[in-house]
């Protein structure tokens, strides 16, 4: 069973393996040059659909509540203040110039304008916890439903740090939680290490950069949080859900995550022959496994349907669809894409490891509104006391 498959000793940090076999490391010639040729390239392929929204959606504007009340909103456009005092300039105003404006002149409203994608309302509470054993026991006396929030807070971690093993006792976390236009409900986290410790701080943000489907998580320079794969199995999709190796009960996760929309079109990274489809379909789901050479294999779980014409012994082209996004199987609780690369042994190994992969950093058209969107979190996150729900 594929995807109940234990993978062997990986280091989440490195995402390299552990062998005693010299004869695993070294490898034979073959497999070692077919990888070197899959993982050399540093760029996305030209053309190539990550996330980026196929329809341009029309400019429109939202009103919201100012910063400062219990709720509030911002976008990732300038924001226009609207007063009615004819003696106030209404000209654009940045979120820390409202503070200089007089109560008695502070507007009711922010008439926010949207560029090219639509910028959800965010309701923000705010949480500070101090970490004592696991982020999910941290969170149980907090918050209700511990553990779906902290699956959102470690889905903004574990790209460049430990969440699962790596926290100390001490350590802190200041999360603004909301609506993001997706799942992932963490508007902004700001992990503080305790003093003394090895590891590093970090802040993240949630942003949706114009031309994205949806919202996506940045570090403070506009770097993007997660990483792609060179090439993407999955042609649009929400967030990684599930990365290669994450403790899951008495096992670990034999592949990586994507969540998307049902019927969402799913490809193979590289071509090659189909080998099986639909083996443990109780488990599994809809299933393709295609050979991609030298005995290595990519295998799609889960899927809603299979395309046609995908069937044992077709020669399949990069980039040719396989079948799409679904939620079949036993394990699967909501549509994903469950990738997985297995190695000559049939052992699943990690697909950031396999190919190269690499970061989006926001163009300079969207880095005034994210600076203003993360000094706006910041002075949120600043205000935050450990142990304090609001």
């Known amino acids: 069973m594929y995807?109940?498959?234990?993978?062997?000793?990986?280091n989440i940090l490195t995402k390299r393996h552990k062998s005693n076999k010299i004869s695993h490391i070294a490898g034979f010639l073959l497999p070692v040059l077919f990888l070197f040729s899959v993982s050399c390239r540093d760029r996305p392929e030209e053309g190539e659909i990550?996330?980026?929204?196929?329809?341009?959606?029309?400019?429109?504007?939202?009103?919201?509540?100012?910063?400062?009340?219990?709720?509030?909103?911002?976008?990732?456009?300038?924001?226009?203040?609207?007063?009615?005092?004819?003696?106030v300039d209404t000209t654009i105003l940045s979120p820390g110039s409202l503070a200089a404006l007089p109560d008695s002149l502070m507007p009711d409203t922010l008439e926010i304008p949207l560029a090219d994608s639509i910028v959800p309302e965010y309701q923000w509470n705010r949480l500070a916890i101090e970490i004592n054993g696991s982020i999910y026991a941290s969170l149980q006396d907090e918050v209700e439903d511990s553990d779906?929030?902290?699956?959102h807070i470690v889905r903004c971690?574990?790209?460049?740090?430990?969440?699962?093993?790596?926290?100390?006792?001490?350590?802190?976390?200041?999360?603004?939680?909301?609506?993001?236009?997706r799942e992932n409900q963490v508007v902004a986290l700001s992990y503080v290490p305790k003093e003394g410790t090895s590891n590093n701080p970090?802040?993240?943000?949630?942003?949706q950069m114009i031309g994205d489907n949806w919202a996506s998580h940045y570090y403070a320079d506009g770097t993007e949080v997660m990483r792609f794969l060179n090439y993407m199995p999955i042609t649009t999709f929400e967030e990684m859900t599930g990365p290669y190796g994450e403790p899951r009960g008495n096992h670990s996760h034999a592949g990586v995550d994507y969540k998307a929309p049902e019927g969402t079109s799913v490809r193979t990274c590289r071509g090659g022959t189909v080998s099986r489809i639909n083996w443990n379909y109780e488990y599994n789901g809809n299933c393709v496994e295609i050979s991609i050479g030298v005995g290595?294999?990519?295998?799609?779980?889960?899927?809603?349907?299979?395309?046609?014409?995908?069937?044992?012994?077709?020669?399949?082209?990069?980039?040719?669809?396989?079948?799409?996004?679904?939620?079949?199987?036993?394990?699967?609780?909501?549509?994903?894409?469950?990738?997985?690369?297995?190695?000559?042994?049939?052992?699943?190994?990690d697909p950031?490891?396999?190919?190269?992969?690499?970061?989006?950093?926001?163009?300079?058209?969207?880095?005034?509104?994210?600076?203003?969107?993360?000094?706006?979190?910041?002075?949120?996150?600043r205000g935050v006391t450990l142990g304090v729900t609001e």
């Open 3 to 10: 995807g109940n498959t234990i993978p062997r000793d990986v």
């Open 50 to 87: 990550i996330i980026r929204a196929i329809d341009v959606l029309p400019k429109h504007t939202v009103s919201t509540e100012l910063p400062g009340s219990d709720s509030f909103s911002i976008s990732t456009d300038q924001i226009s203040v609207v007063v009615t005092d004819p003696s």
């Open 148 to 151: 779906i929030l902290g699956a």
């Open 157 to 181: 971690m574990w790209w460049d740090t430990d969440p699962w093993r790596g926290m100390n006792a001490g350590d802190s976390l200041y999360v603004l939680l909301g609506v993001t236009g």
């Open 202 to 207: 970090l802040s993240v943000y949630s942003f």
């Open 296 to 349: 290595y294999s990519e295998v799609f779980l889960h899927l809603n349907a299979i395309a046609d014409g995908i069937a044992p012994g077709v020669t399949l082209q990069k980039g040719d669809t396989i079948g799409y996004v679904g939620t079949t199987g036993r394990t699967s609780t909501s549509p994903h894409l469950h990738y997985q690369i297995n190695d000559e042994n049939g052992n699943p190994i």
């Open 352 to 381: 950031y490891l396999f190919y190269s992969s690499h970061r989006r950093n926001l163009p300079l058209s969207d880095m005034d509104a994210f600076t203003q969107f993360r000094d706006m979190c910041d002075s949120q996150l």
